[in-house]
């Protein structure tokens, strides 16, 4: 029996939606980076992805200085579309650039969700 990802995607979506809030992400000038390859890519000028999502900070223990500095958030979103790194996004009306984006893809067919690390 395999488990159902759909579903498990579907409850993510329902409980960001009821505890989060819209979100677009946006390209500024200059080279992204594709989440997945790590290659650099350049959007198409004003390209963007909407989702929603919830803005968590990390815990103190993971906060290590370099890869995690002090005052980076992670944001939980919920969106069919993959982020860029580099991208932008208000969140509490500060600017916020994505410079790590990961996605909980249990299988091959199925993104439940993008935990992005977001940096002032």
Sequence with gaps: MSFDYISARADADSL???FGA?????TQ???AFDPVTGAPITPSAGSSITGTGVKLN???VEIDGSVIQMG???LLLST????LIGMTTTLGGELWRVVQANKLQPDSNTIVLWSLQMRK
């Design 16 to 18: 960001i939606a009821e």
């Design 22 to 26: 819209a979100a677009t992400l946006s």
């Design 29 to 31: 000038s200059g080279p």
């Design 58 to 60: 990390y815990k103190a």
């Design 72 to 74: 980076d958030c992670k």
């Design 80 to 83: 069919r579309q993959a982020p």
